[in-house]
């Protein structure tokens, strides 16, 4: 848990870094279709690393395992997604286009374990 709670206060504060970074430095150097997957990497990444915290608060008081394995999901989604989409703002480098929607199954796969944390929560 100390891992995904640290992993989460690190990504949160990259996400400020490089939404300032993309609205600062990279308006005037990068493609409009650039900036956007640019932006929409820094919204997903901030959205879901605030999640993962959340998740992590809530497992401190229900002891429900999927709430871990919710915030796993989040962290690997904020790396194949975000992280594929840096990579398409930032280079030439396209086959990594494929992974994106990978890391949004697992944005979908973190969302689904609160689902099931919630309906097996007791109060």
Not at 3 to 19: E, F, T
Not at 31 to 50: E, K, N, R, W
Not at 67 to 82: D, H, V
Request: charged share 10%.
């Amino acid at each position: 848990m100390k891992l995904l709670l640290m992993w989460a206060a690190v990504s949160a504060a990259l996400s400020v870094m490089l939404g300032a970074f993309g609205a600062h430095a990279l308006k005037d150097t990068i493609s409009v279709d650039s900036l956007g997957y640019f932006q929409t990497a820094v919204q997903y990444q901030m959205l879901h690393s605030i999640a993962m915290l959340a998740y992590l608060a809530f497992y401190s008081s229900w002891k429900n395992e999927w709430l871990i394995w919710g915030a796993r999901s989040f962290a690997f989604g904020i790396l194949f997604f975000s992280g594929s989409l840096y990579i398409l703002a930032l280079t030439d480098i396209k086959w990594v286009g494929p992974i994106t929607p990978l890391g949004g199954l697992c944005f979908i796969a973190g969302w689904v374990c609160l689902l099931v944390a919630a309906y097996e929560y007791e109060s």
